[in-house]
Each structure stands twice: as C-alpha cells, then as structure tokens.
C-alpha cells in the first residue's frame, strides 16, 4: 500500500524547505522528505551566514534579489528572528563587472555609492582594496542557520510535513499522467512508496542520482568548497560583506573570485568561488587540500591586514555548478527541479521557493534563462 499527497518536495536543504513553505501557505497537501538530520554538513545549506549581495548586472538575479528581501523580512516578522544583516556589500576589482553592476542597481533606484580605493580603505581598515569599489546600502549577509529553522517552522505552521533521515531511491512518473511514485528508505530500513499528483526536486549534489535518467539535465559539477572563518586583530573594526572579482593578473594569481562576509561570534568569512575539487557527495575528504588552504592565507595575508590569515577555521560544503553559473529551476511532466545553485543561491532562497511552487502547481514558468531549454543553449 502507498501514501499519497498531492505534493512531495525531496530534499530539505534551504530551497526545498522554502518551496514547501511556499506550497503549504497556498493550502496545497506537502510533504517533504529529506535524507538527514536538521542542520546536517552534507550539503550546502548549513552554516552560520551568506552573503547577502546584490551585486548583480542581470535583471532576472535582480528581480530575485527584490523579492527575497522583501520575503525575508515577512519571515522575520513571522518568525520573530533576525534573519538579514544589511551592513553594506563591497564590491571591488574587475572594472566592468563593478561599473555594470553599479548602473543596473542606479537604473533600479538601490541605495548604491562608488567609493576610490583611499575611500574605502578608510571606511574598513582591515581590507585592501583595488580601483573603484561599488558599495550597496541594501545588503549584508542573511544568518543561513537561522533561516532554515525559520523556514521549517514556517512550512510546519502552514501544515507541511517534514519528515527527516528519508532517502528517496527511485521517482517514477505513473502512466496516463496520473503522477509520480516515490520510493524511500527510513532509519530503520524499511522501504515505503509515497504517491504524488507531482513532486518538487530540490536534492543539491544527489540531483543527478536521482533524475538523471528521467530529465534531460544540464551537466551539474559538485565541488568540495573550503571557505574559512579568520579572526579579526582588532575588534574595533568594521567589516561589510565583500566580492573580490580577480582582474586577469590576480585570477591567474589565485585562481578564482574571493567573496566573504562578517560572521557573528566566528570572525570573517573568506572564500574562493568554485575552486574545489570535483566529489561524489557521499565520498568527501571535508579537508582542503595544502595547495587550496596555502592559497587562501596568502590571499587573506595580502588584501586583510585586519584579519591574522594563520589562524583560519575551515569550512567544508558543496556547490552544484552549471557551466554557465545558471540555476537550473523548470517542470517536465509531474516533477519540477531546482538545482544547480552554483554557490550564489542562498540569497535567493524564499523567492526561488516561490518560483518553484508556481511551477509546480502551473501557475507561472521560472524565467526563461533557467529553464532547461536555456541550458540546452
């Protein structure tokens, strides 16, 4: 005998938790299974903060951006949390992505200012900075670890159920479009079917596992990241949020573009965007590599005077990357996908959950850039 709902969201990470707190609020039968623990390190969506940026030329990121905010702020009052930190954002390095970033957010009215490099330097002594450096007011970092629980909380309010250590092993769309079967193995190791009018996959770095023979996906990279939390020399000092995008001459240098952001009671967070290693999610190392964490102290050494770059804390987590760095967000027959988050989603988390269930029940299409036929491109 099977169970049946009208929605099932596999995967409990940031995105799937806001897609069934999105379908719930609407009245929509949901359930959600995901594979582990709450707060787990498996994944991507754990840890203390992201960053909030908004630093973005593209109008579908911007579009995203707005409405998150706005969808944060109505979790916060419902949640009673604090949830974003708007301390600014400093975007800095590459002329032109700093120079279109800026007149997209003017054209947008967003409170933005483009400092010198003296200028902000004194404004945040313990960084260096190179050429013009874009500041945005409207920016920070969201508290992740916060977020997800106000996430669950909300779904469960709005009467999802969330059920934990579920590991789905097969999905399998039923004939004559009468839905989509589930498969899954609980903690005890008993097997169950759930059926579904439709299912919502939102599984990260198992994406692939579980639809790659049933869609027609886009090629997804998982990568072991290894951002690091270092203490600050000072306590005086100021630290906004912060993208480092590398001119030629530092990207051959260090590899990648360097994002990061205050963390509150574990110092700064400063990484390299998609520089780890290719991993089977199941077989990590959860180490960088000597090459990776010699990189990143020299790197903090140079452009943070106000951080001590011998003393970091490492972080393990994964991206799923798209070549092109685009999400992955469409419906094909009774199953909707997000994926292929790239490392630069979780800002986006609520308005992508609501782009997901509009999917889902056929209200709307996610905007075209992600859609699978644009990666198809």
């Not at 934990?164 to 589930?182: H, K, T």
Request: charged share 20%; aromatic share 6%.
């Amino acid at each position: 005998m099977s169970e049946r709902t009208e929605h099932l969201v596999v995967g409990g990470g940031a995105m799937g938790l806001a897609t069934a707190w999105q379908l719930a609020a609407r009245g929509a039968s949901v359930r959600l299974l995901e594979r582990f623990e709450a707060h787990h390190t498996r994944g991507a969506s754990h840890g203390s903060t992201r960053n909030l940026n908004n630093a973005y030329a593209e109008h579908e990121y911007l579009d995203l951006f707005g409405e998150a905010v706005a969808l944060w702020r109505a979790l916060e009052a419902e949640s009673r949390t604090e949830l974003l930190g708007l301390h600014g954002l400093a975007t800095h390095g590459d002329a032109d992505v700093v120079t279109s970033a800026h007149d997209a957010l003017v054209a947008r009215g967003a409170a933005v200012a483009l400092l010198s490099a003296d200028e902000a330097a004194a404004r945040w002594a313990g960084m260096r900075f190179a050429g013009d450096v874009l500041f945005s007011a409207e920016a920070g970092i969201v508290h992740a670890a916060r977020a997800l629980a106000a996430l669950e909380a909300a779904a469960i309010r709005c009467g999802a159920l969330v059920e934990r250590c579920e590991r789905v092993l097969r999905i399998e769309p039923q004939a004559g479009g009468s839905g989509v079967r589930v498969t899954a193995r609980g903690a005890d190791g008993a097997e169950r079917a759930l059926d579904a009018d439709h299912v919502t996959v939102t599984a990260g770095a198992w994406t692939e596992a579980l639809l790659g023979d049933l869609i027609d996906l886009p090629p997804l990279v998982v990568t072991e990241e290894h951002p690091a939390h270092f203490p600050p020399r000072s306590a005086s000092l100021a630290w906004p949020s912060f993208n480092h995008m590398l001119p030629p001459e530092l990207a051959a240098e260090f590899g990648a573009p360097v994002y990061g952001m205050p963390s509150p009671g574990e110092g700064v967070k400063v990484g390299f965007h998609r520089v780890g290693d290719v991993v089977d999610p199941d077989e990590r190392t959860y180490r960088a590599s000597d090459a990776q964490r010699e990189r990143l102290r020299r790197y903090v050494s140079e452009w943070f005077p106000g951080l001590d770059g011998d003393a970091p804390a490492e972080i393990s987590c994964t991206y799923t990357s798209t070549a092109s760095g685009r999400f992955v967000l469409d419906t094909v027959g009774p199953i909707t996908v997000g994926a292929g988050f790239s490392g630069h989603g979780f800002k986006f988390t609520p308005a992508i959950g609501r782009v997901l269930a509009d999917a889902a029940q056929g209200r709307a299409t996610p905007p075209d850039r992600f859609r699978l036929r644009a990666h198809a491109r």
